[in-house]
């Protein structure tokens, strides 16, 4: 298993930027296929963007071209640079590491996008 911690949220005027970061530490950071999702009061939790292992990335329609996720193996660091913000991004955003064995949340990070 890996342990994971989130930062970088917080409060946002529409049209900014926020960079999240998701940490590993207990295992091969490596190995694991890093998402993030996010989730919205009284909705259901929505994947965002996605890495592989090998680098490949896929994105939730909503926010492509202005989401960037990227990680560093020797860091054990995954990021979510998230661009051009609008109000509707507004959620409580959470990494999530999976390999085939097991499948690894973080206690999320609320992004707020407002004036």
């Known amino acids: 298993q890996v342990q994971l911690v989130e930062s970088g949220g917080g409060l946002v005027q529409p049209g900014g930027s926020l960079r999240l970061s998701c940490t590993a530490s207990?295992?091969?950071?490596?190995?694991?296929?890093i998402n993030w999702y996010r989730q919205q009061p009284e909705k259901q939790r929505e994947l965002v963007a996605t890495?592989?292992?090998?680098?490949?990335?896929n994105y939730a329609d909503s926010v492509k071209g202005r989401f960037t996720i990227s990680r560093d193996n020797a860091k054990n660091t995954a990021w979510l640079q998230m661009n051009s913000l609008k109000p509707e991004d507004t959620a409580v955003y959470y990494c999530?590491?999976?390999?085939?064995?097991?499948?690894?949340w973080g206690q999320g990070t609320q992004v707020t996008v407002s004036s």
């Open positions: 999530n590491a999976r390999s085939f064995v097991s499948n690894n």
């Open positions: 207990g295992s091969i950071f490596s190995l694991y296929t």
């Open positions: 890495i592989t292992s090998g680098g490949s990335t």
